[in-house]
């Protein structure tokens, strides 16, 4: 007997596979074959790539490419939930690839181990239809978002600090871009990263779950995408919050007028060139070895941990005073001006202005100890924990 | 007219942990400068040297971004959420 309706597309054992999709009206068979010719360039396979890359994997999407060019760290592993413990050390990608395609056999994966660049980024984009960034720096996301409007591509959106995440869709075609919202990166420094200020794993999980969805919605066609909302979503009060974006007319990539008509140093653009505007004031700074060498002799050196409460907890170097950079400017009385002071936080951002406020509040013996409490443990007290 | 201020996590290392702050003001400028008066590390961050704020920061007053209303010289009514969205890299 002839069957009647045989699927040019999908095997039997995919039609199993994808049966919670198929008998969804929103999705079936039509919807399933979209997915199965889409192409998703996932940029960052790290807390917002591993369940972007899991559930689009799961999902039958059938072109995956992953950019990315880290080894797998064990801080990663409270977020990072495409890795195991025992991948600690090895490259992502070839992690990544191992995972995705034991989730889904069906589907073609596609590794990139390279820092996407000016250079690669047009030629990288070109063979996707949509772009998913999942970065977690600056410079990153510029790029992503102007290689996407000049190529006339969407950019599924999503960041995380700690329990808040942003999320939205970017398509410059037919709405704003990253650059209408933010036209300009902060200043190295002026916000923290994750690294920094820490995140909770499960938000990048909620946050690349929603970037997900809606690649997936727009590869079917359904729905109503997130295009012109910033979702705000806050996980300690699980509180969401939708704001309006709007395209800038003015914009300096997707404007009436764009000022950018090609990819850009966004190094440079992010003020993190080397050798550009980073040159260092020696007397400022002191290295852990330094430091060390200064202590031994018996020195007075007043110093000064600027970090949290909870990093204090973690460990500290001894002899010193916690000062959490946020209280400092009411606490100068607790200073002496007379006695040099070297100031710490983690790895030295935080602990620089800290110095510089300290300087021109007439500390003038103040000195930022380059690298943190990081490169002290690393360097000279091992016993230290890093984090 | 008081106005509820929320403050986002990358910033609330500048407001001795504050969220949420009531403050009195005509308009989106004088709140934000009353903020950033009662929190001087917060000023670097809101305005550039020029007294604008920063581009890597948005404001909104309920769901809209001020400046498609009337940028710094927004009226705020009482009762307003005046929400303070700066850019945030990390994923």
């Given at each position: 007997m002839k069957s009647s309706i045989a699927s040019q597309t999908f095997s039997h054992e995919e039609i199993r596979r994808y049966s919670r999709h198929l008998i969804m009206p929103e999705v079936g068979m039509a919807g399933q074959e979209r997915l199965k010719e889409a192409r998703v360039l996932l940029i960052g396979a790290g807390g917002l790539g591993s369940p972007l890359g899991l559930y689009l994997a799961a999902a039958g999407v059938g072109n995956l490419g992953l950019v990315d060019f880290d080894v797998v760290d064990e801080s990663n592993l409270q977020r990072q939930v495409l890795y195991s413990t025992h991948d600690v050390g090895r490259s992502k990608l070839e992690a990544a690839k191992e995972r995705l395609l034991g989730v889904n056999p069906h589907i073609d994966i596609r590794t990139y181990e390279t820092r996407l660049a000016s250079a690669n980024a047009l030629e990288l984009f070109e063979d996707y239809d949509i772009i998913v960034d999942g970065t977690d720096n600056f410079p990153t996301r510029y790029l992503v978002n102007d290689a996407c409007v000049?190529?006339?591509?969407?950019?599924?959106?999503?960041?995380?600090?700690?329990?808040?995440?942003?999320?939205?869709?970017?398509?410059?075609?037919?709405?704003?871009?990253?650059?209408?919202?933010?036209?300009?990166?902060?200043?190295?420094?002026?916000?923290?990263?994750?690294?920094?200020?820490?995140?909770?794993?499960?938000?990048?999980?909620?946050?690349?779950?929603?970037?997900?969805?809606?690649?997936?919605?727009?590869?079917?066609?359904?729905?109503?995408?997130?295009?012109?909302?910033?979702?705000?979503?806050?996980?300690?009060?699980?509180?969401?919050?939708?704001?309006?974006?709007?395209k800038d007319p003015n914009c300096p990539v997707c404007g009436k007028k764009p000022s950018i008509t090609q990819l850009i140093d966004y190094e440079e653009f992010c003020g993190l060139a080397p050798n550009k505007n980073t040159i260092r004031d020696q007397t400022w700074e002191i290295t852990p070895f330094q430091l060390k060498e200064r202590l031994n002799s018996g020195e007075r050196i007043q110093l000064l941990d600027v970090r949290e409460p909870q990093e204090w907890e973690i460990c500290r170097i001894d002899g010193a005073t916690l000062i959490p950079l946020g209280d400092l400017p009411s606490h100068l009385q607790k200073l002496d001006s007379t006695t040099p002071i070297v100031v710490y936080c983690k790895v030295g951002v935080r602990s620089g202005q800290a110095a510089k406020l300290l300087q021109a509040a007439g500390f003038s013996k103040t000195q930022n100890l380059i690298g943190g409490i990081d490169a002290w443990a690393t360097e000279i007290d091992p016993t230290l924990p890093t984090y | 007219m008081p106005s509820t201020l929320l403050i986002p996590a990358p910033l609330r290392l500048y407001t001795g942990g504050h969220e949420k702050l009531t403050l009195s003001g005509e308009t989106v400028g004088e709140l934000l400068q009353k903020l950033a008066t009662q929190f001087p590390l917060l000023r670097t961050h809101l305005f550039d040297e020029r007294g604008e704020i920063r581009s890597f920061i948005n404001v909104y007053l309920n769901q809209e971004d001020i400046r498609y209303l009337n940028r710094q010289q927004t009226l705020v009514e009482e009762g307003d959420q005046i929400r303070i969205v700066p850019s945030v890299a990390g994923g």
């Amino acid at each position: 007997m002839k069957s009647s309706i045989a699927s040019q597309t999908f095997s039997h054992e995919e039609i199993r596979r994808y049966s919670r999709h198929l008998i969804m009206p929103e999705v079936g068979m039509a919807g399933q074959e979209r997915l199965k010719e889409a192409r998703v360039l996932l940029i960052g396979a790290g807390g917002l790539g591993s369940p972007l890359g899991l559930y689009l994997a799961a999902a039958g999407v059938g072109n995956l490419g992953l950019v990315d060019f880290d080894v797998v760290d064990e801080s990663n592993l409270q977020r990072q939930v495409l890795y195991s413990t025992h991948d600690v050390g090895r490259s992502k990608l070839e992690a990544a690839k191992e995972r995705l395609l034991g989730v889904n056999p069906h589907i073609d994966i596609r590794t990139y181990e390279t820092r996407l660049a000016s250079a690669n980024a047009l030629e990288l984009f070109e063979d996707y239809d949509i772009i998913v960034d999942g970065t977690d720096n600056f410079p990153t996301r510029y790029l992503v978002n102007d290689a996407c409007v000049l190529l006339g591509k969407p950019n599924v959106y999503g960041s995380i600090f700690r329990f808040d995440g942003q999320v939205t869709l970017f398509d410059a075609r037919t709405g704003p871009c990253y650059r209408c919202l933010y036209p300009t990166p902060p200043p190295p420094g002026l916000v923290p990263s994750c690294a920094e200020g820490g995140v909770l794993g499960v938000l990048a999980g909620l946050v690349g779950t929603i970037q997900a969805i809606e690649a997936i919605k727009l590869i079917v066609g359904i729905g109503e995408s997130l295009q012109g909302r910033l979702l705000l979503i806050d996980g300690l009060r699980m509180q969401f919050q939708e704001l309006r974006l709007r395209k800038d007319p003015n914009c300096p990539v997707c404007g009436k007028k764009p000022s950018i008509t090609q990819l850009i140093d966004y190094e440079e653009f992010c003020g993190l060139a080397p050798n550009k505007n980073t040159i260092r004031d020696q007397t400022w700074e002191i290295t852990p070895f330094q430091l060390k060498e200064r202590l031994n002799s018996g020195e007075r050196i007043q110093l000064l941990d600027v970090r949290e409460p909870q990093e204090w907890e973690i460990c500290r170097i001894d002899g010193a005073t916690l000062i959490p950079l946020g209280d400092l400017p009411s606490h100068l009385q607790k200073l002496d001006s007379t006695t040099p002071i070297v100031v710490y936080c983690k790895v030295g951002v935080r602990s620089g202005q800290a110095a510089k406020l300290l300087q021109a509040a007439g500390f003038s013996k103040t000195q930022n100890l380059i690298g943190g409490i990081d490169a002290w443990a690393t360097e000279i007290d091992p016993t230290l924990p890093t984090y | 007219m008081p106005s509820t201020l929320l403050i986002p996590a990358p910033l609330r290392l500048y407001t001795g942990g504050h969220e949420k702050l009531t403050l009195s003001g005509e308009t989106v400028g004088e709140l934000l400068q009353k903020l950033a008066t009662q929190f001087p590390l917060l000023r670097t961050h809101l305005f550039d040297e020029r007294g604008e704020i920063r581009s890597f920061i948005n404001v909104y007053l309920n769901q809209e971004d001020i400046r498609y209303l009337n940028r710094q010289q927004t009226l705020v009514e009482e009762g307003d959420q005046i929400r303070i969205v700066p850019s945030v890299a990390g994923g």
